[in-house]
Structures are given as C-alpha cells and as structure tokens.
C-alpha cells in the first residue's frame, strides 16, 4: 500500500531533549516536507527536499532541522525544543513532474513540549 | 503576499448540501486543492482543479472554480454524519519553488443527524 508513515504519533517531552521525528514513503517520490499544524493558522511548511542530500528552509525552519540522506526517508529533527514547538506535525511527499503533483500526507505526528 | 482564507465553521443537516468557501490571493497558483481532515488523522486529498477549469464534479463533490473572483467553492451533496470533519483549502503557486502548498486555516464541518 503506497503511504507515508510518521512515529512517533504522540510524544511529550520535556525542554531541551532532542528529538527526531521520523518519516518514510513508499512511492519512490523525489520531493518530501514537514510542515505543522496549530489552531486557526492551518499549514505551514517547515523545511522541504527536492531529492536526496538536497533540502532548504520553508516558511518556518526556526528551531527545526532535517537530513535526506536516502530517497525514502526525511527526518525531522529538534535539537533543543522548546515549548513553542508543541504542535501537530505533519510529513508530506510528492513526485516533481512540474504541475498538479498530489502531495501524500503522513498520519501526523503530535508533539507537546514542556 | 499569500493568503487563503476559509470560514471557521459551517453546520448542517443530514441530506442537505454543503458548500465551504475559499478564497486565494496568488493568482499564478496552478492547481487549487481541497483536503478532508478527520479527528486524528492526517490529511486526504479529496479533490483539486486546475486553474483553466470552472468546475469539477466527483460524485457528491462539486469544485467551483471563478478565476477572476480568486474564490473557490466545494459542494458536498447529500451530506452524511461521516462527512463531518475539517476541510482544508490549498493553493500551489507555480512561482513558488519550494513546491509548498499554503493552506487556509481549515472549515470545520459538524452535520447534524
């Protein structure tokens, strides 16, 4: 079944512990992005990766990073978090063939940060 | 800048019609998508259009396309209790290389029995 899949699906932590939130597609799609989601702003892109070792900021990359070492996977990772990094965050993935690409969304991921 | 804006709330009944409106700003966005979000769950794309079309219909769902207005419209017929949930409204503009889609803040849906 062609998916995307996020874990964990919930974490509390607390300030200042890294983590990494995973994220893996079957669909052999170049393109993948990490956005969150909080009340009343919807979605918004966090980082993204064109293809693999390739990525670059999205709207919101403060406090984030990621790595696209192998085509299937793109972590997400907070190297010291912080409370305002509580939010429901969410895996996206896409092939890149110029116009009108579904973007494949992962089930999410809810984080709370205190 | 970018924006998409979409009502916060819409109820109805069981078996009536539902229309959640959108409206967008970036009028280079190609394709314009509309997401279904259930409680817990991720996002599902239910349906887009591309910008050279008025309309598109996909069994109970209507897309209203009015270009020069930049206002989207999604047409649920016959709405049932399982179609209660949040409906996101999404552009994709071409001129943005980072491919991202920019989001309104979401229609909760709530269908009354």
């Known amino acids: 079944e062609a998916q995307v899949t996020q874990n964990p699906r919930y974490l509390?932590?607390?300030?200042?512990?890294?983590?990494?939130?995973?994220?893996?597609?079957?669909?052999n799609h170049e393109y993948m992005s990490w956005y969150r989601q909080d009340p009343g702003l919807g979605l918004r892109q966090i980082y993204y990766s064109m293809n693999v070792e390739v990525t670059d900021k999205g709207?919101?990359?403060?406090?984030y990073k990621v790595s696209r070492k192998e085509k299937r996977n793109f972590p997400l990772i907070l190297e010291s978090p912080s409370p305002?990094?509580?939010?429901?965050?969410?895996?996206?993935?896409?092939?890149?063939?110029?116009?009108g690409d579904t973007q494949y969304f992962g089930p999410g991921t809810r984080l709370t940060v205190l | 800048g970018e924006d998409v804006e979409q009502s916060l709330f819409l109820s109805v009944r069981e078996g009536d019609s539902s229309v959640i409106n959108c409206t967008y700003t970036d009028s280079s966005s190609t394709y314009l998508y509309w997401y279904k979000q259930e409680p817990g769950a991720g996002l599902q794309l239910l349906t887009y259009i591309f910008s050279n079309m008025d309309m598109k219909q996909d069994q109970r769902l209507?897309?209203?396309?009015?270009?020069?207005?930049?206002?989207?419209?999604?047409?649920?017929?016959?709405?049932?209790?399982?179609?209660?949930?949040?409906?996101?409204?999404?552009?994709?503009?071409?001129?943005?290389?980072?491919?991202?889609?920019?989001?309104?803040?979401?229609?909760r849906l709530l269908v009354r029995p």
Not at chain 1, 16 to 23: E, H, M, P, R
Not at chain 2, 77 to 106: H, N, R
């Open chain 1, 12 to 27: 509390i932590t607390v300030t200042g512990k890294k983590l990494t939130v995973t994220c893996s597609q079957n669909m």
């Open chain 2, 62 to 107: 209507t897309v209203l396309l009015n270009k020069k207005d930049k206002h989207l419209s999604l047409r649920i017929a016959d709405t049932q209790t399982g179609d209660s949930a949040i409906y996101f409204c999404a552009e994709s503009p071409v001129m943005d290389s980072s491919y991202k889609l920019i989001f309104g803040s979401g229609t």
């Open chain 1, 59 to 63: 709207d919101v990359p403060e406090g």
């Open chain 1, 84 to 99: 305002n990094q509580t939010s429901l965050y969410f895996c996206a993935s896409s092939l890149l063939t110029g116009g």
